[in-house]
């Protein structure tokens, strides 16, 4: 370990917290060492009478009960995994300059090279200790990410930790500014080697996995007291030693950044504000267009390509930015793999896996989508499957078409609909039969129908959130009933309260409704209208309905990455509680209501003027008309919502060309 102070400080530390360990182990052998002085005392006829012989007698099985107990969680603490992160290994067959680069700013920095170089769906970079014996190598023949190992007899020599880089730099960042921001990473590969520090890493990664023994949900009574008495020994051994470690660990990053400065300091100076753009147009590209194809079933397979795409785009787009577009004319550290579209495409899996919760490989309902591909199989689908949902819960409300639709008993789904249901709340409809759309693959009868992997229909394929979904029997006698209910004498009645379906019968909920206001205590449906409000209420029942059978269906969980991998591969990293990482919370009643508005508004769009579905990296899904990306929409949607105002959605609508009377093709 060099000089640096704050190396001296982490040492300093370590050893605070290897105090804290050899105090446990004191207490724990107390009892055992009093034992024995009373049993050699006896034996030496020092010690005897009957109050010595008493404590002698009481002690002793207190001490083998003790000793017991220190072996049990010492054991424990010794043999639980700990938490490793989910990576994407790289094998020096794969990337041989990367490790080449690797190794030569080791070698600058003067400080031991990493073991293995892993990539993570994040923009982060970190040192990763995996030196317990659970994370250890596999056989030689299989094992090809661990540099220079593979025996059995070079397992217990030292060995660095792996270096974990987020995959988002190698495509964004140049050569130079990626061996710039890693400089202080493998730079704490130096305390990292010191015996102390690691041993005072083990320590607190063992009491942490222990802790998350203690803490997994068993149905054995014995088993679970006797691991809550481990994991409250353990977490009080955490909270004494939390600070010590906490500073320790400080002081190895402070060790880091002094003994980096010598290297590439101005370049890195530069490369720090690649870092933060290259955060922004990954959280950008995850949340507005990766997830909605997550939703869909399916994941982009070039994530980390998508965001060099979309920093150029804000180049393009601010002026600020001009500078970094002059970049993309430099070598790319991506370069430094043998086969970048691969490694992409396992990072994009992964992303998905973490960000979203879809399966460990690719599958029916799970499956791969290219770029180029994204607006047909992504965009088009969702706003068609939306703009059916729409429909069918008008239907179950008992919404009767537009005036100037065509005729009810062939009505197919209309914008016009849509747009006067939300506008005219007072609207007595005339008596007639229900509404009864004939577009391919709808079927109001059946909600799921359409979206079930057993019987998909020729329209579309459906994602994986949506498969497997019952049909309701309740629908149907809902929209059948609908004349009943909205007779002419109906315009003297006054409006429904907001409990109530609007336009609907108030006796005919959906499947699950409880009979009250769905949206009475919802505040983000406060402002709107209350035909609003209920099409929302009914939207999010609707769409729960639809997603919680595939939910209850999955029975112990989803495919662990062991499992899916072979035997080969050790589950290191647990995926019971996937997503790990949610990109966004549910979203609301309103968001809901706009985004199948906006969808309806969209396919009305595109089967009325021609306009595409489209593929914006920085916003998403789009509209293109002409070419042209249509703007302003999400206002005029959000006015209708709100207030009941369809007039800017309608001139928004004239301006285009669009005919809201003109039926829609549905998923």
Same mark, same amino acid.
């Given at each position: 370990?060099?000089?640096?102070?704050?190396?001296?400080?982490?040492?300093?530390?370590?050893?605070?917290?290897?105090?804290?360990?050899?105090?446990?182990?004191?207490?724990?052998?107390?009892?055992?060492?009093?034992?024995?002085?009373?049993?050699?005392?006896?034996?030496?006829?020092?010690?005897?009478?009957?109050?010595?012989?008493?404590?002698?007698?009481?002690?002793?099985?207190?001490?083998?009960?003790?000793?017991?107990?220190?072996?049990?969680?010492?054991?424990?603490?010794?043999?639980?995994?700990?938490? +490793?992160?989910?990576?994407?290994?790289?094998?020096?067959?794969?990337?041989?300059?990367?490790?080449?680069?690797?190794?030569?700013?080791?070698?600058?920095?003067?400080?031991?090279?990493?073991?293995?170089?892993?990539?993570?769906?994040?923009?982060?970079?970190?040192?990763?200790?995996?030196?317990?014996?659970?994370?250890?190598?596999?056989?030689?023949?299989?094992?090809?990410?661990?540099?220079?190992?593979?025996?059995? $007899?070079?397992?217990?020599?030292?060995?660095?930790?792996?270096?974990?880089?987020?995959?988002?730099?190698?495509?964004?960042?140049?050569?130079?500014?990626?061996?710039?921001?890693?400089?202080?990473?493998?730079?704490?590969?130096?305390?990292?080697?010191?015996?102390?520090?690691?041993? *005072?890493?083990?320590?607190?990664?063992?009491? #942490?996995?222990?802790?998350?023994?203690?803490?997994?949900?068993?149905?054995?009574?014995?088993?679970?007291?006797?691991?809550?008495?481990?994991?409250?020994?353990?977490?009080?051994?955490?909270?004494?030693?939390?600070?010590?470690?906490?500073?320790?660990?400080?002081?190895?990053?402070?060790?880091?950044?002094?003994?980096?400065?010598?290297?590439?300091?101005?370049?890195?100076?530069?490369?720090?504000?690649?870092?933060?753009?290259?955060?922004?147009?990954?959280?950008?590209?995850?949340?507005?267009?990766?997830?909605?194809?997550?939703?869909?079933?399916?994941?982009?397979?070039?994530?980390?390509?998508?965001?060099?795409?979309?920093?150029?785009?804000?180049?393009?787009?601010?002026?600020?930015?001009?500078?970094?577009?002059?970049?993309?004319?430099?070598?790319?550290?991506?370069?430094?793999?043998?086969?970048?579209?691969?490694? #992409?495409?396992?990072?994009?899996?992964?992303?998905?896996?973490?960000?979203?919760?879809?399966?460990?490989?690719?599958?029916?309902?799970?499956?791969?989508?290219?770029?180029?591909?994204?607006?047909?199989?992504?965009?088009?689908?969702?706003?068609?499957?939306?703009?059916?949902?729409?429909?069918?819960?008008?239907?179950?409300?008992?919404?009767?078409?537009?005036?100037?639709?065509?005729?009810?008993?062939? *009505?197919? %789904?209309?914008?016009?609909?849509?747009? #006067?249901?939300?506008?005219?709340?007072?609207?007595?409809?005339?008596?007639?039969?229900?509404?009864?759309?004939? $577009?391919?693959?709808?079927?109001?009868?059946? %909600?799921?129908?359409?979206?079930?992997?057993?019987?998909?229909?020729?329209? *579309?394929?459906?994602?994986?959130?949506?498969?497997?979904?019952?049909?309701?029997?309740?629908?149907?006698?809902? *929209?059948?009933?609908?004349?009943?209910?909205?007779?002419?004498?109906?315009?003297?009645?006054?409006?429904?309260?907001?409990?109530?379906?609007?336009?609907?019968?108030?006796?005919? %909920?959906?499947?699950?409704?409880?009979?009250?206001?769905?949206?009475?205590?919802?505040?983000?449906?406060?402002?709107?209208?209350?035909?609003?409000?209920?099409?929302?209420?009914?939207?999010?029942?609707?769409?729960?309905?639809?997603?919680?059978?595939?939910?209850?269906?999955?029975?112990?969980?989803?495919?662990?990455?062991?499992?899916? $991998?072979?035997?080969?591969?050790?589950?290191?990293?647990?995926?019971? $509680?996937?997503?790990?990482?949610?990109?966004?919370?549910?979203?609301?009643?309103?968001?809901?209501?706009?985004?199948?508005?906006?969808? +309806?508004?969209?396919?009305?769009?595109?089967?009325?003027?021609?306009?595409?579905?489209?593929?914006?990296?920085?916003?998403?899904?789009?509209?293109?008309?002409?070419?042209?990306?249509?703007?302003?929409?999400?206002?005029?949607?959000?006015?209708?919502?709100? #207030?009941?105002?369809?007039?800017?959605?309608?001139?928004?609508?004239?301006?285009?060309?669009?005919?809201?009377?003109?039926?829609?093709?549905?998923?």
């Amino acid at each position: 370990m060099g000089v640096e102070a704050g190396a001296q400080a982490a040492r300093a530390r370590a050893l605070a917290v290897l105090r804290m360990r050899s105090r446990a182990l004191a207490v724990a052998l107390l009892p055992a060492a009093v034992a024995v002085i009373l049993l050699a005392g006896a034996a030496g006829d020092r010690l005897e009478g009957p109050v010595w012989d008493a404590t002698r007698w009481a002690l002793t099985p207190v001490a083998a009960l003790v000793l017991l107990a220190a072996g049990g969680i010492a054991l424990v603490v010794a043999r639980a995994r700990p938490a +490793m992160s989910p990576t994407v290994p790289i094998a020096e067959e794969a990337a041989p300059d990367l490790y080449r680069m690797v190794r030569d700013l080791a070698d600058r920095l003067d400080v031991p090279a990493p073991s293995a170089i892993a990539l993570t769906p994040d923009c982060d970079s970190w040192l990763e200790d995996r030196t317990h014996p659970a994370h250890g190598p596999p056989p030689a023949e299989e094992h090809d990410d661990i540099a220079g190992s593979g025996r059995h $007899a070079q397992r217990r020599q030292p060995v660095a930790p792996v270096l974990v880089i987020g995959s988002p730099f190698l495509w964004w960042m140049r050569v130079g500014e990626l061996r710039a921001v890693l400089a202080p990473v493998v730079a704490g590969t130096g305390p990292s080697a010191h015996p102390d520090i690691a041993a *005072a890493r083990r320590f607190v990664r063992g009491l #942490d996995a222990a802790v998350a023994v203690a803490s997994a949900p068993r149905r054995d009574p014995v088993t679970r007291a006797v691991l809550a008495g481990v994991g409250w020994v353990a977490r009080l051994l955490l909270r004494s030693c939390r600070a010590h470690a906490a500073e320790m660990e400080r002081g190895v990053a402070s060790a880091a950044a002094e003994r980096a400065q010598a290297v590439d300091y101005g370049l890195r100076i530069v490369a720090q504000e690649q870092v933060g753009l290259a955060y922004a147009g990954w959280d950008r590209l995850l949340t507005r267009v990766a997830l909605p194809a997550w939703r869909m079933g399916r994941w982009p397979s070039r994530l980390d390509a998508g965001v060099v795409a979309a920093l150029t785009e804000l180049s393009r787009r601010d002026r600020l930015a001009e500078g970094f577009a002059s970049r993309l004319g430099e070598r790319p550290a991506c370069d430094l793999l043998e086969e970048p579209g691969a490694v #992409d495409e396992a990072a994009s899996l992964l992303a998905a896996r973490l960000f979203h919760g879809g399966p460990a490989g690719s599958g029916p309902d799970w499956s791969p989508v290219d770029w180029s591909e994204y607006p047909e199989e992504v965009v088009d689908r969702k706003w068609r499957l939306d703009a059916a949902r729409l429909h069918r819960v008008l239907d179950a409300m008992g919404v009767r078409p537009a005036p100037g639709d065509a005729p009810p008993a062939s *009505a197919a %789904p209309t914008l016009s609909r849509v747009l #006067d249901h939300l506008t005219e709340p007072d609207r007595a409809w005339p008596p007639g039969p229900p509404c009864t759309i004939t $577009a391919p693959g709808y079927s109001p009868a059946a %909600p799921a129908a359409g979206r079930s992997a057993a019987a998909p229909t020729p329209a *579309a394929t459906a994602p994986a959130s949506a498969a497997a979904a019952p049909a309701s029997a309740t629908t149907a006698p809902a *929209a059948a009933s609908a004349p009943a209910a909205t007779t002419s004498a109906s315009a003297a009645t006054p409006p429904e309260p907001a409990g109530t379906a609007a336009g609907g019968p108030a006796g005919a %909920p959906l499947p699950g409704d409880t009979g009250a206001a769905p949206f009475a205590d919802d505040e983000d449906l406060a402002d709107t209208t209350p035909r609003s409000a209920a099409l929302a209420a009914r939207l999010s029942a609707e769409l729960a309905r639809e997603e919680a059978p595939p939910a209850a269906a999955t029975g112990p969980g989803p495919v662990s990455p062991a499992a899916a $991998a072979g035997p080969g591969s050790a589950a290191l990293w647990d995926d019971r $509680a996937l997503p790990l990482f949610p990109l966004q919370p549910p979203r609301t009643a309103r968001e809901l209501l706009a985004d199948h508005l906006t969808a +309806m508004v969209c396919c009305a769009a595109m089967d009325s003027v021609g306009a595409t579905p489209g593929l914006d990296w920085l916003d998403g899904p789009s509209l293109l008309v002409d070419g042209e990306r249509a703007a302003d929409l999400a206002p005029k949607v959000l006015t209708l919502i709100e #207030d009941g105002d369809a007039v800017p959605l309608r001139a928004w609508l004239a301006e285009l060309g669009t005919r809201p009377e003109k039926p829609v093709r549905l998923a």
